[in-house]
């Protein structure tokens, strides 16, 4: 069998706006440096998404050194990756969760409210805040970023091959929207990953992801359809649940970088 092998690494800076692909990447303890550290939310202080409003899909990202650039057509802007200046605070609500947010400026604020035609600010989520994992889930009481649940997301390369096999048009990785991916191994292999590692940084697998509408909205044009949820379902639908890909936690926290090996242990 073919070495299992980090093949891809992606971070979604913004929640729910475009990913960025990198050849390395920082383990922290609420995600990948940079992860979803920041969201849209809404005047009633509610996070927004592209389950609402699809057209998120379309600002595209990149970083550099210092900025992350966040283009929406003919409009950009930058974004300092620099830890904010310490702001007013303000409570924001993300699932069953509240949390602490800063306001990154009025103009930022300003500039998403108006190519998205509704009233929003742009916030960051200091890396020292709480938002604990489900201690149901957690191994050594974890926090997240503003990811949905959990820190990091894993999906084999050929479980989407073995997806886009049956659906009647192919889709990409950038669907299911994971962190790492990998080649290597039988289709959904991660499913039962528990003890593993990339290269020397130890994970555990702690939840199979359900999923959500996302991958049903083309990142390209923001259009909704009903694949790949339709197919999925046929076989991948668990207690009303689509499951696609593992949920994770880190136990160390280095670095990873597209090519290290990974070891499944298990124990």
């Known amino acids: 069998m073919a070495d299992l092998k980090l093949s891809q ?3 979604y800076p913004v929640k729910s706006l475009g990913g960025i692909s990198l ?3 920082r383990v922290m303890p609420k995600g990948l440096q940079y992860d979803r550290r920041w969201m849209l939310i809404d005047d009633e202080g509610q996070f927004m998404t592209q389950r609402v409003h699809p057209e998120m899909a379309l600002f595209k990202l990149t970083i550099g050194d210092e900025h992350i650039v966040i283009d929406y057509g003919q409009h950009s802007i930058g974004l300092s990756i620099e830890s904010p ?3 007013a605070t303000i409570s924001a609500q993300i699932w069953d969760d509240t949390v602490s947010v800063t306001e990154v400026s009025p103009a930022h604020s300003e500039w998403f409210s108006d190519l998205l035609k509704i009233k929003c600010r ?3 989520f200091p890396e020292h ?3 604990a994992v489900d201690p149901k889930y957690a191994v050594n009481d974890e926090h997240v970023s503003l990811a949905d649940a959990y820190p990091f997301l894993i999906i ?3 479980s989407l091959d ?3 096999r049956k659906l009647p048009q192919p889709i990409t990785m950038r669907r299911f929207r994971p962190n790492f991916v990998f080649t290597g191994g039988e289709p959904h292999e991660e499913d039962g990953w528990r003890n593993f590692t990339i290269g020397s ?3 555990v697998g702690v939840k199979r992801c359900a999923r959500c509408a996302v991958p049903t909205i083309d990142p390209d044009t923001a259009e909704k359809g009903i694949e790949p949820t339709r197919t999925l379902a046929t076989y991948r639908k668990r207690d009303n649940k689509i499951y696609f890909g593992q949920n994770l936690v880190a136990v160390d926290h280095t670095q990873v970088k597209v090519g290290d090996l990974i070891t499944v242990r298990n124990q």
């Open 122 to 124: 742009l916030v960051s």
């Open 129 to 131: 805040n709480a938002r």
């Open 162 to 164: 073995d997806l886009n």
């Open 201 to 203: 940084t130890r994970f």
């Open 9 to 11: 690494i992606w971070i």
């Open 85 to 87: 200046e310490p702001g």
């Open 23 to 25: 050849q390395t990447a």
């Open 156 to 158: 084999g390369q050929s």
